[in-house]
Structure formats: structure tokens, C-alpha cells
């Protein structure tokens, strides 16, 4: 695990504020009754985001639908992970990271001063690009979210039910106490996968989450957020075009200088872009 990214995931899982059983210490300012199929859950709005002088994205807008596999798809440095992590706040972490403009999620911007960021990650959890498992037992690992945000009923059935959510209970079973760290790197992933969707959030960042994994861990990976997308909305950073083709309801793309060109249903970015540099970029003229 690099330090970057245990920096991210203690922060991700810090011990909530408390008193902030929503975003604010008012949660009936948080709720937002829409009840249509694709109700947005997550809107960009003329979005900014800077690292010091330099502009990572530049003026987006997005509205990101409920419960579906939204993909972002683009070249290195485009900024598509800079949105993704945008979302939950964790470009905090960066000192020089600024963002203006607004990030709407259930119709409150993420970045009022009311806001309190360990309560935004309790609804909305994050994978990170290489399996980041903790020197615990796998129970552990899954128990840990719970345990930081004081949700301490029915432990065990909520562990058993991430686990197999995660499609890994059947393989590790009879080993819940044993490391982690001994699991496969596939089967790392689908515990931090089920690290991450223990507390039950609303939303599931994933950012490239089977670059480092084999064609078979893959497809596992990939399989599992079809089906997670049933309970959850799943926003997805992935650099294989075919994988976003294959598992994404909406794709997103960005282009150098942290613009987003196009986004729309992915059948229709990938057969009839409206855009003819996303037809460029996806029918690898450039890229």
C-alpha cells in the first residue's frame, strides 16, 4: 500500500464527527424526494478543480444517475480521477487542491462549510486502484468500517453479508481469521470491496479497481459491479475502453486539459458519438 493511499483510507474511515448521523447536523436538509427511474444522485456544476496554478478540470457538468455504473473513461491525466475523487472529498487530503464551483450529491454541495466530510464518506465509499487490505484477519478488514462509524449490531451478519455481496464468502469462509494480506490479489480486492460497502453507503467510488489484477480476477471484478449497481450507484474510473463497453450504463469522457466532452448512454458514446474527438479518442486516433 502506498502512502498516498493509506492516507486516503484512514481518512476515509477516521472516526465519525459525532452527532452527524447525515452530512450536516441537519439531515432533514439532506434528503431529496425524486423517486423517477434515473434520479440523479450525483450533479456537477461548472465544476472547477486546481493543484496549485494548475487546472485539473475545467468547468464540468454532470448529472450521474442513481443505482446505475457510471464509467469515466480518457487518457492519462485528463483528470477523471480527479473528478471521482472530488466527489467524497478526498482531494482534501491535497494541500494545494482548490475546487470551485459546485458538487451537488442528493442536492447538497459536498463542499459547504456545513458540510463535514467523514460523514459525506459514510455514504459514499471508495476502492482504490491497487487492493489496499489492512494487517488484520479478513473479519477485521470488513468489521473495521463498522466499528470506526459505532455501528457495533449484528456485527457478524453484516460481515458475512458484505462478504458475500462481495462474492467471496463461499472462498474464505473457514479462514475469516486469517491475514488479509494472504488472499490472492483478486480476492484482496473483493475484501476491500466489501470493507467498503459494510456500512451499507449510498455510493461506491471505484478508481480502476482491476488495473493490477489478471484477465480471470477481471471479470470476477466486473461481474460484481453489475450486481452491486442493483443497491448501490457505482462511479467507475477505467482506462479499458472494452471494460466501461461492457459494465457501464453512462460513460463520461474527459480529454486533455480536464475537459469533459461527452457524456451519455455508453452504447450511444460508443456507436454514434456526438463529439468527433470522442470518436477519435474511442476509435484510438489519438490517446
Known amino acids: 500500500m502506498t502512502s498516498s493511499e493509506t492516507e486516503q483510507t484512514d481518512e476515509q474511515n477516521a472516526t465519525p464527527t459525532p452527532g452527524t448521523d447525515g452530512l450536516t447536523d441537519s439531515a432533514d436538509d439532506w434528503s431529496a424526494d425524486q423517486s423517477t427511474d434515473d434520479r440523479t444522485i450525483i450533479e456537477a456544476r461548472d465544476l472547477d478543480v486546481y493543484y496549485g496554478d494548475e487546472q485539473a478540470l475545467q468547468s464540468v ?4 444517475p442513481e443505482k446505475r455504473v457510471t464509467a469515466m473513461i480518457g487518457p492519462s491525466g485528463c483528470g477523471k480521477s480527479t473528478f471521482l475523487r472530488s466527489i467524497n472529498r478526498m482531494n482534501d ?6 475546487v470551485e464551483g459546485e458538487l451537488l450529491f442528493d442536492g447538497k454541495n459536498v463542499y459547504d462549510d456545513d458540510v463535514d466530510p467523514v460523514a459525506l464518506r459514510r455514504k459514499i465509499g471508495m476502492v482504490f486502484q491497487s487492493p489496499n487490505p489492512f ?5 477485521d478488514n470488513v468489521a473495521y468500517g ?3 462509524q459505532g455501528k457495533t449490531d449484528d456485527v457478524d451478519e453484516k460481515v458475512h453479508r458484505a462478504l458475500e455481496r462481495a462474492a467471496l464468502l463461499d472462498e474464505v469462509e473457514d479462514q475469516l481469521d486469517e491475514s ?3 488472499l490472492s490479489g483478486g480476492q484482496q480486492q473483493r475484501l476491500c470491496i466489501a470493507r467498503a460497502i459494510a456500512p451499507d453507503p449510498e455510493v461506491l467510488l471505484m478508481d480502476e479497481p482491476a488495473s493490477a489484477l489478471d484477465p480471470v480476477a477481471t471479470s470476477q471484478i466486473e461481474d460484481l459491479i ?3 449497481a442493483e443497491d448501490y450507484t457505482v462511479v467507475i474510473v477505467t482506462h479499458n475502453m472494452q471494460q466501461a463497453a461492457r459494465i457501464s450504463d453512462r460513460t463520461a469522457v474527459f480529454l486533455t486539459g480536464g475537459e469533459l ?3 451519455d448512454d455508453t452504447t450511444k458514446i460508443f456507436e454514434n458519438p456526438e463529439s468527433q474527438r470522442v470518436e477519435d479518442y474511442i476509435t484510438g486516433k489519438f490517446g
Open 61 to 64: 457538468d454532470v448529472a450521474i
Open 93 to 98: 487530503l491535497i494541500d494545494a487542491a482548490r
Open 135 to 139: 494487517p488484520k484477519s479478513i473479519y
Open 146 to 148: 463498522l466499528e470506526v
Open 180 to 182: 488479509g494480506l494472504e
Open 226 to 228: 453489475e450486481e452491486l
Open 261 to 263: 466532452v461527452e457524456f
